[in-house]
T-cell receptor, first 112, second 115 residues
Framework: DAKTTQPNSMESNEEEPVHLPCNHS???????IHWYRQLPSQGPEYVIH???SNVNNRMASLAIAEDRKSSTLILHRATLRDAAVYYC?????????????FGKGTKLSVIP | EAQVTQNPRYLITVTGKKLTVTCSQN?????MSWYRQDPGLGLRQIYY???????DKGDVPEGYKVSRKEKRNFPLILESPSPNQTSLYFC??????????????FGPGTRLLVL
């Protein structure tokens, strides 16, 4: 699987936007970019995913670079509930089933 | 409510005593999998199942067994638990096994301590 690189940790003030970066320079043309987050003491939860175009949903926005070698998860207004570990993951189809390979993610702290 | 449930949520056991962690989903998903999460190692896949009676090994299958007799259930079996299986376990499911854009839904986790 293609690898992703994320900062270990980031901080944000409450009610301010947060931009979480992810580098994936070896991404292939069929790889989807997924973001999951894991709140303390909970299982990972889906945030957003995309292939080539920028994506928006009720939780966040995903900005994908034109060359697809990097992406940014945007939380428009951080709340205390957004404090979590955020994982940027690539998945692609191929022989057999696909797998989500979780790295170490970015631990986001939100300061009141 | 669409969900993945796991039982028990917490378990303390002793070395060698067989145990089963249950996982159930109510979304009619084809694909189910088990992960373990350990500090510094992240989430690693143990086993997965693409449909009823179809299972395969993930990255760390040693010491574990699974079965998929019904679509909704995917139990994880530790025949002879050892202390190195002390971990946080997550079950996950998704609609299909071969569409990389599919979302995986995770259970709340089972924290296992093997003495």
């Amino acid at each position: 699987d293609a690898k992703t690189t994320q900062p270990n940790s980031m901080e944000s003030n409450e009610e301010e936007p947060v931009h979480l970066p992810c580098n994936h320079s070896t991404i292939s043309g069929t790889d989807y970019i997924h973001w999951y987050r894991q709140l303390p003491s909970q299982g990972p939860e889906y945030v957003i995913h995309g292939l080539t175009s920028n994506v928006n949903n009720r939780m966040a926005s995903l900005a994908i670079a034109e060359d697809r070698k990097s992406s940014t998860l945007i939380l428009h207004r951080a709340t205390l509930r957004d404090a979590a570990v955020y994982y940027c993951i690539l998945s692609s189809s191929g022989a057999g089933s696909y797998q989500l390979t979780f790295g170490k993610g970015t631990k986001l702290s939100v300061i009141p | 409510e669409a969900q993945v449930t796991q039982n028990p949520r917490y378990l303390i056991t002793v070395t060698g005593k067989k145990l089963t962690v249950t996982c159930s989903q109510n979304m009619n998903h084809e694909y189910m999998s088990w992960y373990r999460q350990d500090p510094g190692l992240g989430l690693r896949q143990i086993y997965y199942s693409m449909n009823v009676e179809v299972t395969d090994k993930g990255d760390v299958p040693e010491g574990y067994k699974v079965s998929r007799k019904e679509k909704r259930n995917f139990p994880l079996i530790l025949e002879s638990p050892s202390p190195n299986q002390t971990s946080l376990y997550f079950c996950a499911s998704s609609l299909s096994y071969n569409l990389p854009q599919e979302t995986q839904y995770f259970g709340p986790g089972t924290r296992l301590l093997v003495l």
